[in-house]
């Protein structure tokens, strides 16, 4: 047994200074953004780099990827080149993404993006009775003044780059010139608290009830 | 000989009354603790909206507090809506998630940010920030706090809309605000439409000392 012990030692100290050697994992973040296809499941996304061949774990607890999949978006946050045993492992930590396109035709972005129709402001009417609801019409609609403004820049441009790091994020009027990322459909504001709330009560009372009645 | 039947049907009256209070026992311990657990969780979901809006109320006072000149991106600082007709005092959160409009108003990513040029959208929940937004008539005044800045825009019209109505998410060329929640605002249950609040930012000059 003795005569074990000293080999023991040794290979622990070998392997354990073997592991002392092994480099750690090279990380470089850095701020920035990047445009592609988003792709793959619930929490494990990947986004493939418009024009290039560099994908990227995206990952983020900030804004929700999932109805972006599929779509051509653009993420700004901290981009991580890390190389672990020679493979490469890029990923970027998700702030803030903004949709380009809700296809992934990256050969046909610019003529896409050229072809995507202005964006149309709608200004309410002031002139209509506010106190009483109306609910509208696209008629109403129409006979609204409408304003157009040009398509956003950012979706004309193909390179990779489109928003530029947080620290240095353009003036705000540029965010104006956007389109809102999910703009399919108006999120939803309800919620089933209030109903659930209602059931709680409910079943107490009705718990109440089935008490008094066995003890008549 | 009847006397006996007798009681022997007593006796299986008693057994099925105690098996019945048995079940009507068991029964009203289930509906109570159902109660009493659904109650909770609808108390632990606003609770959470509380605490989260004290912990961004705090927030929103620390930067604040800070001098101005510190140079931070607008993406970076809160925003605290002000609704004096209708009582709201919120922190708005960046998003419009589940999750995070549990938290309080959140802003639509990709519209403009408060305050600043274009349209920007305000999304919050018809059971807690939002509920009394049906309430708002032309005129009356919002405001938006950033650090030392405010914005104060006035109402100038409202709608309901369906849910696919996004023309009112689209970018405008002035400053716009828009405060959207479910429709009908007072109603437990589905909400089919959405209730549409368009204010314009109010120059120096039009707005009153407050």
Redesign the interface.
């Known amino acids: 047994m003795k005569n074990l012990f000293l080999p023991i030692v040794i290979a622990v100290l070998l392997v354990t200074s073997g592991f002392g050697q092994t480099p750690a994992p090279s990380a470089s973040a850095d701020p920035a953004s990047v445009k592609g296809c988003l792709s793959g499941s619930d929490g494990n996304y990947t986004l493939a780099e418009d024009g290039t061949t560099q994908t990227f774990k995206v990952a983020s607890s900030a804004v929700d990827l999932k109805p972006h999949l599929g779509h051509d978006i653009a993420v700004t946050g901290a981009k991580t080149m890390a190389t672990s045993s020679g493979v490469s492992d890029n990923s970027v930590a998700v702030t803030a993404v903004s949709m380009i396109s809700d296809h992934c035709a990256t050969a046909s972005t610019s003529t896409a993006a050229a072809s995507t129709p202005a964006v149309a402001e709608t200004i309410p009417s002031t002139t209509t009775s506010t106190p009483a609801i109306v609910e509208p019409t696209p008629a109403a609609t129409a006979s609204a003044p409408v304003i157009t403004e040009p398509a956003p820049v950012a979706a004309a441009t193909p390179p990779v780059v489109v928003d530029p790091a947080p620290a240095a994020a353009p003036p705000a009027p540029a965010a104006s010139t956007r389109a809102p990322d999910d703009a399919k459909q108006i999120p939803n504001t309800a919620t089933s608290l209030p109903m659930l709330g209602l059931l709680g009560v409910g079943l107490l009372g009705l718990g109440w009830l089935n008490t008094r009645s066995r003890t008549n | 000989m009847e006397r006996g039947i007798g009681v022997r049907e007593s006796n299986d009256e008693g057994v099925a009354g105690s098996k019945d ?1 048995a079940v ?2 068991r ?13 909770l ?2 108390s632990g ?2 609770w959470q909206t509380y605490a989260a809006q004290t912990r961004l109320a705090q927030e929103w006072q620390r930067q604040s507090a800070r001098p101005a000149n510190i140079s931070t ?4 600082l809160l925003v605290r809506l002000t609704i004096a007709k209708i009582d709201l005092d919120a922190v708005v959160v ?5 999750q995070l ?2 938290l309080g108003p ?1 802003h ?6 408060p305050g ?6 305000i ?5 807690t920030f ?1 509920r009394h937004l ?1 309430e708002l ?2 005129g009356d005044e919002i405001d938006l706090r950033r650090q030392s800045e405010v914005y104060r825009f006035e ?7 369906a ?12 400053t716009q605000l828009t405060l ?3 429709y009908p605002t007072h109603y ?4 089919p439409n ?1 209730l549409v609040v ?1 204010a314009r930012l109010m120059l120096p000059s039009e707005t009153s000392p407050r």
């Open positions: 209070r009507r026992r029964l009203a311990f289930v509906l109570t603790v159902g109660g009493v657990v659904l109650l969780y609808v979901q606003y991106s607008d993406n970076d960046e998003g419009t998630s589940h409009l549990k959140g639509l990513e990709g519209s403009a940010v600043k040029s274009g349209n920007s959208v999304v919050a929940h018809r059971d939002f049906d008539k032309e109402v100038v019209g409202r709608r309901i809309v849910p696919t109505e996004v023309s009112v998410l689209q970018p405008s060329l002035s959207i929640t479910c437990v249950g589905p909400a959405r368009v």
